[in-house]
């Protein structure tokens, strides 16, 4: 089966402008993770959905940062405006009922 | 908040048995303990998991004391593609269905020829 899907895999920004990532997961994984690991540490959950709706933000800094998940599928990340400290990797996730939690391979943020 | 402790690094011979070890001392009843592999400039990767049984796949082994307040993975013939920093993850939530993942900063395995 096709793994989760992100895109774009680099970016490259300056501080204070905006940036979206995307996320495809799994076909018929119910629940999506957006992640985010600086350099040295390891993932911090940012934003659980289950199914389109939220199960937890909690961690998500949400004066800066959005997600949704339109139609319980694909998922968007957005950071506006962007600010030096969040240069990082953003891992997608999703999982099916009574299984692992699989893994996007990322994208790596960098603000300038 | 993660409820595990991990060495930050350890290194194994080719062709030799990794064992790598993680302390969950706080384990609650219902939660299982997983591991993951992250590979340079990769996601992470799922390994195997348990609650309270030994468990054996594919890849690795997994043994839990009986009190459950620590594990080992091992990876019985290690490899160089075997590489990678190990995170050992208690799981949280309703059972293992919608728990969520969080990572400490994991063991950086070193597989040398």
């Known amino acids: 089966e096709a793994g989760v899907a992100q895109s774009p895999r680099y970016k490259i920004i300056e501080k204070r402008q905006s940036v979206a990532f995307w996320c495809n997961p799994i076909s018929g994984h119910a629940t999506l993770y957006w992640y985010q690991q600086i350099l040295g540490q390891g993932p911090k959950l940012l934003i659980q959905f289950q199914n389109n709706g939220v199960v937890d933000d909690s961690q998500l800094p949400k004066d800066r940062f959005s997600a949704e998940r339109l139609k319980g599928v694909d998922s968007t990340l957005k950071i506006q405006p962007a600010k030096l400290e969040d240069s990082a990797v953003y891992l997608c996730a999703s999982s099916l009922e009574g299984r692992g939690v699989d893994f996007g391979n990322g994208t790596r943020l960098t603000v300038t | 908040d993660a409820k595990t402790t991990q060495p930050p690094s350890m290194d194994c011979a080719e062709g030799r048995a990794a064992n790598l070890p993680c302390n969950h001392s706080?384990?609650?009843?219902?939660?299982?303990v997983y591991w993951y592999r992250q590979i340079h400039s990769q996601g992470p990767q799922y390994i195997i998991h348990g609650l309270k049984n030994n468990e054996t796949n594919e890849m690795a082994s997994l043994i839990i004391t009986e009190d459950r307040k620590s594990s080992t993975l091992i990876l019985p013939h290690a490899t160089l593609r075997d590489t990678a920093v190990y995170y050992c993850i208690v799981r949280v939530g309703r059972g293992s269905t919608l728990g969520r993942l969080y990572f400490g900063r994991g063991t950086q395995l070193t597989v040398w020829p």
């Open positions: 706080t384990i609650s009843g219902n939660e299982y």
